[in-house]
């Protein structure tokens, strides 16, 4: 059965899924600092803000998103046209992609429950 690689051929794509876990790990890691700072500290704090921010680290991770999601359309239209004969290739990178999304939506939904959060505090 020529065409069928071994499960690990995906082109890295677990390495890349287990970088995008470490990145998240360190993010929450950093904000339940920033959370446990916040609550121990009197009326005064200090911020200072990450070169780039949270912004620009929420945007590239959904650039990072995006990019997995058109490797895994393009990859599955090539198996479609016969271009691509790898099927674990293409499912894999298909995994990948829905995975991502779906830490996203994680995220995403976090996000929105803190926001939620701080719209229901007293002033």
Do not use: C, W
């Not at 990019?67 to 479609?80: F, K, V």
């Amino acid at each position: 059965m020529s065409g069928i690689g071994p499960i690990g051929s995906g082109g890295g794509g677990i390495q890349q899924i287990l970088a995008l876990r470490q990145q998240i790990l360190e993010r929450s890691n950093l904000l339940q600092d920033v959370h446990k700072a916040s609550q121990g500290a009197p009326t005064t704090t200090t911020t200072t803000t990450p070169t780039g921010g949270f912004g620009a680290a929420l945007t590239d991770a959904l650039h990072g998103v995006a990019a997995s999601q058109q490797n895994a359309e393009a990859l599955s239209a090539g198996y479609e046209r016969g271009e691509v004969t790898d099927i674990a290739k293409v499912m894999l990178a298909r995994q990948e992609s829905g995975v991502a999304f779906e830490a996203t939506l994680q995220v995403r939904n976090r996000l929105l429950s803190a926001y939620q959060d701080i719209m229901r505090m007293g002033v």
